[in-house]
Nanobody, 123 residues
Framework: QVQLVESGGGSVQAGDSLSLSCAAS????????VAWFRQAPGKEREFVGG????????SYRSSLEDRFTISRDNAKSTVYLQMSDLKPEDTAAYYC????????????????WGQGTQVTVSS
């Protein structure tokens, strides 16, 4: 069991960059795969990307791979989502989630979730 708290969201203009953080407490984050999901109003929560416990492997939603980067610093128990060239369609609540295994792309595979942080991108 690990507790997660997202931070770093806010309102930005199209083309801007923004970095989100997911800070963990409780058990060590080292063995947990961590993923980012996002959910816009009226839409399903969708996979953004994920990173393995060691940080050696990452995966991304195909449409976001060229703009979003996930990294982690296990010494700080924190996972980051770096977003570049933000677009209005990126507007959503962003959540981090952790599981004690490999990265999976479906939300049902994660047992630990943060509270979410809102990202709003205006044109």
């Amino acid at each position: 069991q690990v507790q997660l708290v997202e931070s770093g969201g806010g309102s930005v203009q199209a083309g801007d960059s923004l970095s989100l953080s997911c800070a963990a407490s409780g058990r060590s984050l080292t063995t947990y795969a961590v993923a980012w999901f996002r959910q816009a109003p009226g839409k399903e929560r969708e996979f953004v990307g994920g990173i393995s416990g060691s940080g050696e492997r990452t995966s991304y939603r195909s449409s976001l791979e060229d703009r979003f980067t996930i990294s982690r610093d296990n010494a700080k128990s924190t996972v980051y989502l770096q977003m570049s060239d933000l677009k209005p369609e990126d507007t959503a609540a962003y959540y981090c989630a952790a599981r004690g295994g490999i990265v999976v792309t479906f939300k049902q595979g994660y047992e630990n979730w943060g509270q979410g942080t809102q990202v709003t991108v205006s044109s």
